[in-house]
């Protein structure tokens, strides 16, 4: 994925070691489980909205696109949160993710 943020590029040249443990922890809670990729990917995308992390909604937004999830998929799993959220929250994902989608194509 080439469009990961300056700062993610940064930490990754800086603290390589730390880096790739991350990699791999994250690599081993993906295989952990029976979930296929694109779910995984839309899981973490609510995740970040509910943390309002602008940053990784472009970042699983990317993931998910290239994990096969259509922008209807990630659109509506952002919407789900509308109700857990609340709408300011929900607005504010939907709108980094459309940005995402929009940079993907």
Known sequence: MNQLPKSYQQFRQEHEKVWQTYERLGA????AG?????????IKLG??????????????????????????????SILLGITTLGFPTM?????WAKSAIEDHK
């Open 28 to 31: 081993a809670a993906g295989e």
């Open 34 to 42: 029976p979930l296929e990729l694109k779910m995984r990917e839309l």
């Open 47 to 76: 995740m970040a909205a509910a943390v309002q992390s602008e940053s990784g909604v472009h970042s699983h937004t990317h993931r998910a696109l290239e994990a096969g999830a259509s922008p209807a998929e990630i659109e509506h």
């Open 91 to 95: 607005m504010a994902a939907l709108t």
